[in-house]
């Protein structure tokens, strides 16, 4: 896993190594189609999870997580420190399973059955899916042009009584970062209704140069007062089959509203745990290099596409390691990831996914190597060719 040099190996497997892995994103697909959909990158762990989930299973130690006492609050607190410039109050720390199981308890704890939770769309696709469960209303805000967002329509949404708002920046599917000036007006917004937000930021420690991300947290009161932050290790260290991830606030007012969920520390897995504290306390050189890899890639698309695909448009993210396609241009209907898939046995999201935004869209994942993110764009040219 290290190289002589002392760096790290970012080497990624052969297709039919790839198709090895269990997880959802290599498991799906026959095995000469090339996965380029679910966010997890092929690149190996990082040597220090890897070894202190080695030491867990050579201690048997797969039994329930403790309901307080893990080490996760402190290294998640050091790491926020170092990489994002975030002062984070430990004892404001709660552990859920995953980001979504947090964000639908916290609809359900903060607003009443009916009330509305507003996102931005296009939009990861388990917010339509999931957030349901809550027994919440659903309120779609389109981003404007590049992924701006709408400051008026939110407050017409705001105006009509929407109570939450599920707020991911960086944003999936565009990568986008969204400012300062932006995120202090949301705050502002929300806060003169009264209303919550949800700060989804599971993509924050993979901002990649060029940007800057201000947590939810260290906006301003405001942002504070009715803000809770949800992260985990799984984005930037790929351990999202592993169940646990982290709340978090900074106000009395957001203490108090997430003691009134049901404790969820049981179903948060001890591996999980473990990882994410191994990646938190020792995985910022790591982290360092993979950001690097991913903006490499990133200008490797945008030259891929210029020479193979260039009715293909996109504005290149900001964040993370998904490229938000705009395939309209080659006429292929609504989906342009069935062709896809069909003749050039490349799979990608479909756009749809994401909401009605996302017709003629496609998400590529490019957290893989340049020969696969290469072999990916010939696979889309040979496909409409
Ligand atoms: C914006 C966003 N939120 C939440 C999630 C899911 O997080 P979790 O697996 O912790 O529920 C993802 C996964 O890709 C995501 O992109």
Same mark, same amino acid.
């Given at each position: 896993m290290y190289l002589s040099n002392g760096d790290f190996d970012l080497q990624v497997p052969g297709l039919a190594t790839l198709h090895q892995r269990r997880s959802e994103k290599w498991s799906g697909h026959e095995t000469d189609v090339?996965?380029?959909?679910?966010?997890?990158?092929?690149f190996p762990l990082a040597p220090d999870v890897v070894a202190a989930l080695h030491s867990a299973i050579d201690r048997h130690d797969l039994? &329930?997580?403790?309901?307080?006492?893990?080490?996760?609050?402190?290294?998640? /607190?050091?790491?926020a420190r170092r990489q994002l410039g975030w002062t984070v109050d430990q004892d404001q720390v709660t552990l859920v399973p995953d980001v979504m199981a947090g964000l639908i308890e916290l609809c359900r704890a903060l607003l009443a059955p009916g009330e509305e939770v507003a996102f931005f769309t296009p939009a990861y696709p388990p917010f339509f899916a999931e957030l349901p469960q809550a027994r919440v209303e659903l309120v779609l805000l389109p981003l404007g042009a590049a992924g701006v967002v709408d400051l008026e329509a939110l407050q017409a949404a705001l105006a009509g009584g929407v109570r939450a708002l599920v707020?991911?920046? =960086?944003?999936? =599917?565009?990568?986008?970062?969204?400012?300062?000036?932006?995120?202090?007006?949301? /705050?502002?917004?929300?806060?003169? &209704?009264?209303?919550?937000v949800l700060a989804d930021e599971i993509h924050a420690s993979l901002v990649l140069e060029g940007a800057t991300h201000t947590p939810w947290l260290e906006v301003s009161d405001a942002a504070r007062e009715r803000g809770v932050a949800l992260t985990s290790a799984s984005k930037a260290f790929n351990l999202a089959g592993l169940k646990a991830a982290l709340?978090?606030?900074?106000?009395?007012?957001?203490?108090?509203?997430?003691?009134?969920?049901p404790p969820l520390t049981d179903r948060v897995g001890i591996l999980g745990v473990i990882a994410a504290e191994?990646?938190?306390?020792?995985?910022?050189?790591?982290?360092d290099v993979v950001r690097a890899r991913l903006a490499g890639n990133r200008e490797l698309l945008g030259e891929l596409l210029a020479a193979e695909l260039s009715k293909i448009t996109w504005t290149p993210p900001q964040?993370? &390691?998904?490229?938000?396609?705009?395939?309209?241009?080659?006429?292929?209907g609504d989906n342009p990831a069935e062709t896809f898939l069909?003749?050039?046995?490349?799979?990608?999201?479909p756009g749809l996914d994401y909401g009605r935004e996302g017709?003629?869209?496609?998400?590529?994942?490019?957290?893989?190597?340049?020969?696969?993110?290469t072999d990916a764009v010939r696979r889309v040219a040979r496909a409409i060719s």
């Open positions: 090339l996965a380029s959909t679910v966010a997890e990158m092929d039994g &329930y997580t403790p309901p307080t006492g893990t080490q996760l609050p402190a290294a998640f /607190a050091g790491f707020l991911a920046n =960086p944003h999936n =599917p565009t990568g986008r970062v969204i400012p300062l000036v932006e995120l202090e007006e949301i /705050a502002d917004l929300c806060s003169s &209704y009264g209303c919550w709340m978090i606030t900074a106000s009395d007012r957001a203490r108090e509203a997430v003691r009134e969920l191994a990646a938190f306390a020792h995985g910022d050189r790591w982290l964040a993370s &390691y998904l490229a938000w396609l705009d395939c309209r241009a080659l006429a292929l069909a003749r050039g046995r490349i799979a990608v999201s017709a003629g869209f496609v998400r590529l994942n490019f957290g893989t190597s340049p020969e696969h993110l």
